[in-house]
């Protein structure tokens, strides 16, 4: 398994670092950009990036599955069913960039990426719930629970969203975590297909990193979103979902906070230094700047900071969870 893993991630790697640069170029030359807000001159970034991890994630796994089909026992329901959801997941993204679909609409889009898993049954629907035992959900599992922890984690990771190379270096610490995880369990579904993804993102990182070239846009924080809650479903992996989706969740409380407040507040002032002056501290990246200014941090610290929190709190659920 681990050979397969580092085969999978390198080919993925590869292809989208190839990919990347002439996207960026390409993106630019056709006026697909966003700007940069947290930096003084507010420069063009290409966007959407997710293109290329769309692209370096089809061609690595289908490649494994073609192997599979012709040399193997064929492909399992669960990484054909994983598959469809991260496309379908991707598409919605994709289709959100070039059109910039409302909010409430993504909300509800979010859940059709779950169709797949319900209807190949993925997972299992019995779990252990602490202090309390062995619970099978049955039906209420596969109609409710999927649906609604596939619909968070995309519009969750959509939101946690901003900063140069915050999405990207958080993926890559759940995508990791994920891939030990499988080791662990012995799950090589889960092992093959995070490891078709991760190598894609750590080239995009790469790009995305402060200073940004690229940014990942609904179609890269669809794709990452809806693949880490499909890894962890069908690896049966849900109570480590509680420790990677921990900053999500809180994130989540902050921003129903906001919607009762009406606080809509989506970037931060900078001053001549880019050092970020939020109006508000309920979502999860504007927390550190609002309430603690003497600390002076500019958006390359934050992203640090919180990619710091995600592989610590990554390790603790390691050693909790499996």
Known sequence: MILEVLFLSVFSF??????????IKSLVKNGLFGRDIHKLNKPKVAEPGGIALIFSFIFTIFMYMALLTYFGEGVNNSLFAGILTVMIAGIIGLVDDFLNIKWRTKMILAFFPALPLIVLKAGVSGMIIPLVGFVDFGFFYSLVLIP??????????????????????????????????????????VAVLVASMLGGTVAFFLFNKFPAKIFPGDTGTFLWGSLLITALIIGNMEKLALGIFFLYFIDFVGFLFCLKNGCRVKFAKIDSQERLHPSCGHRIYFALPYFFPNLNLKEKNITKIFVSFQVLICIISLIVFI
Do not use: H, R
């Not at 590869?14 to 996207?23: A, E, M």
């Not at 609604?148 to 990791?176: C, D, K, P, Q």
């Open 14 to 23: 590869i292809l989208g670092y190839l990919i990347l640069p002439k996207l």
């Open 148 to 189: 609604l922890m596939v619909n968070f984690a995309i519009n969750e990771f959509n939101m946690v969203a901003g900063y140069n190379g915050l999405e990207s270096g958080l993926a890559i610490v759940s995508m990791v975590t994920i891939i030990i995880a499988s080791f662990l369990t012995n799950n090589v579904v």
